[in-house]
Nanobody, 124 residues
């Protein structure tokens, strides 16, 4: 399976964006899909993940209440709705797949297929 992230862009603080992670070459139905981000000069950071059923997603504390992850297995796509964006959310956002258990979702080393990333820039 291959992943392609899209939906990034430039937005003012307080605005919103919806990122998409579209899969091709296979189904994501049985995969956990995670979102990570990497800001300039910083390490890659876990943002959110959703298991195959879409229930009980996981979030980085700083995005809880602002971001919502969802999936449409019929469309082979996972979404990340980002609301009330802040300048510190500026980063390249990546989606990736893992078969790891929930306790490992925040570990980027557990993910083995990555999309190319989409840039999110939040201006103050």
């Amino acid at each position: 399976v291959q992943l392609q992230a899209s939906g990034g862009g430039l937005v003012q603080a307080g605005g919103f964006l919806r990122l998409s992670c579209a899969a091709s070459g296979g189904t994501i139905r049985s995969y956990t899909i995670g979102w990570f981000r990497q800001a300039p000069g910083k390490e890659r950071e876990f943002v959110s993940a959703t298991g195959w059923s879409g229930g009980s997603p996981s979030y980085l504390d700083s995005v809880k209440g602002r971001y919502i992850i969802s999936r449409d297995n019929a469309k082979n796509t996972v979404y990340l709705q980002m609301n009330n964006l802040k300048p510190e959310d500026t980063a390249v956002y990546y989606c990736a797949t893992t078969r790891g258990i929930r306790s490992s979702w925040a570990d980027h080393r557990m993910y083995y297929v990555w999309g190319q990333g989409t840039l999110v820039t939040v201006s103050s």
